[in-house]
């Protein structure tokens, strides 16, 4: 199994970016998936989760309003679109994949794990 995220950078605080995660060697559509992220010196942090059908979404209070998850099935692909940045947005974010039940917010419910894709948000 492979996730490769990629769509991280620099950006101004306001700013947006979109992520992107390609799964391989997985059925896609039967895995929940969720972006998690980890700021130096700090633990990993959930940012957002959606089901395997998409018909569930969950998104850290931290970035309700600013962040949107979301998925294409037929593409192999989930997304978690940034908007509104902040500095305090920066951090290296992966995606991750557990087998379809419930929607967990918790890391050690996820089995496969991304390379990590760095954000970096300037004040």
């Known amino acids: 199994v492979q996730l490769q995220a990629s769509g991280g950078g620099l950006v101004q605080a306001g700013g947006s970016l979109r992520l992107s995660c390609v799964a391989s060697?997985?059925?896609?559509?039967?895995?929940?998936m969720g972006w998690f992220r980890q700021a130096p010196g700090k633990e990993r942090e959930f940012v957002a989760a959606?089901?395997?059908?998409?018909?569930?979404?969950n998104h850290a209070d931290s970035v309700k309003g600013r962040f949107t998850i979301s998925r294409d099935n037929t593409k192999n692909t989930v997304y978690l679109q940034m908007n509104s940045l902040k500095p305090e947005d920066t951090a290296v974010y992966y995606c991750?994949?557990?087998?379809?039940?419930?929607?967990?917010?918790?890391?050690?419910?996820?089995?496969?794990w991304g390379q990590g894709t760095l954000v970096t948000v300037s004040s």
């Open positions: 991750a994949a557990k087998f379809r039940g419930y929607l967990s917010s918790n890391h050690v419910s996820y089995n496969y």
């Open positions: 060697e997985l059925s896609f559509n039967s895995y929940d």
């Open positions: 959606i089901s395997w059908s998409g018909g569930s979404i």
